[in-house]
């Protein structure tokens, strides 16, 4: 039986990453391998989830609001009643928020996850409330997203979930607050691939324990469209 709800990874590749994200104290080797990094962790939170994976390597449209209606709308055409669509730069993102959103599901028609910088890092939709047009209209990309989009659901009487608030990755302070300040020993991986140079010193890592590590469990391959 196929399931219902699907998780839509949005997301751009290492190359493109590190052509938009704002590390410029990184050589272009380390960007390039922490953007990698991030893209590689929330994979396997995705697959760690128990649902089907789709990653939007073909995306289209002039901007970023068409490129993501877009890939919702091919989710929804794939035969998905709900799609739960993430992005590669909130590293605190657990397996945990991905089962509360798909749960939420279940008895709302939206599920947010919203970002400190006022953006969003999840966006859950059942398909009966997805606008292609109007959802392209809303201003993607900026310190307003969040509150538009719960000004935009409540006009619509839609009802809505809002899961625990985020830190995302957009430029060097985001990286160097999360990897000097997160419990996550995934901030301890990062932090090695930044220390690599002479000109930072070396910082001892903390290997992994059954409470800071996750595990990762064998799931079907991703569904590339």
Same mark, same amino acid.
């Given at each position: 039986?196929?399931?219902?709800?699907?998780?839509?990874?949005?997301?751009?590749?290492?190359?493109?990453?590190?052509?938009?994200?704002?590390?410029?104290?990184?050589?272009?080797?380390?960007?390039?391998?922490?953007?990698?990094?991030?893209?590689?962790?929330?994979?396997?939170?995705?697959?760690?989830?128990?649902?089907?994976?789709?990653?939007?390597?073909?995306?289209?449209?002039?901007?970023?609001?068409?490129?993501?209606?877009?890939?919702?709308?091919?989710?929804?055409?794939?035969?998905?009643?709900?799609?739960?669509?993430?992005?590669?730069?909130?590293?605190?993102?657990?397996?945990?928020?991905?089962?509360?959103?798909?749960?939420?599901?279940?008895?709302?028609?939206?599920?947010?996850?919203?970002?400190?910088?006022?953006?969003?890092?999840?966006?859950?939709?059942?398909?009966?409330?997805? !606008?292609?047009?109007? $959802?392209?209209?809303?201003?993607?990309?900026?310190?307003? %997203? /969040? &509150?538009?989009? @719960?000004?935009? #659901?409540?006009?619509?009487?839609?009802?809505?979930?809002?899961?625990?608030?985020?830190?995302?990755?957009?430029?060097?302070?985001?990286?160097?607050?999360?990897? !000097?300040?997160?419990? $996550?020993?995934?901030?301890?991986?990062?932090?090695?691939? %930044? /220390? &690599?140079?002479? @000109?930072?010193? #070396?910082?001892?890592?903390?290997?992994?324990?059954?409470?800071?590590?996750?595990?990762?469990?064998?799931?079907?391959?991703?569904?590339?469209?």
């Amino acid at each position: 039986m196929k399931q219902r709800t699907a998780i839509l990874l949005f997301s751009r590749s290492a190359k493109e990453e590190i052509a938009h994200k704002q590390l410029s104290f990184t050589s272009l080797r380390q960007s390039k391998n922490i953007a990698t990094k991030l893209i590689q962790q929330t994979s396997r939170i995705a697959q760690s989830s128990g649902l089907p994976v789709l990653h939007a390597d073909q995306q289209k449209g002039a901007n970023f609001a068409e490129r993501l209606s877009y890939s919702i709308q091919k989710a929804f055409q794939n035969g998905y009643e709900q799609v739960i669509a993430i992005g590669n730069d909130t590293p605190a993102l657990n397996v945990a928020h991905l089962r509360q959103a798909e749960q939420a599901l279940s008895q709302k028609n939206v599920v947010l996850g919203p970002s400190k910088d006022g953006g969003i890092y999840l966006l859950g939709l059942k398909k009966e409330a997805f !606008n292609q047009l109007s $959802f392209e209209q809303l201003s993607w990309q900026t310190a307003h %997203l /969040f &509150t538009e989009l @719960i000004h935009f #659901v409540s006009q619509q009487e839609w009802s809505f979930h809002t899961l625990e608030t985020l830190a995302d990755i957009d430029n060097a302070k985001d990286f160097l607050d999360f990897i !000097n300040k997160s419990l $996550f020993y995934f901030a301890q991986i990062l932090k090695s691939l %930044l /220390f &690599t140079t002479s @000109i930072f010193p #070396v910082h001892h890592i903390i290997p992994p324990t059954p409470t800071t590590q996750f595990p990762f469990l064998q799931r079907p391959p991703p569904i590339h469209f």
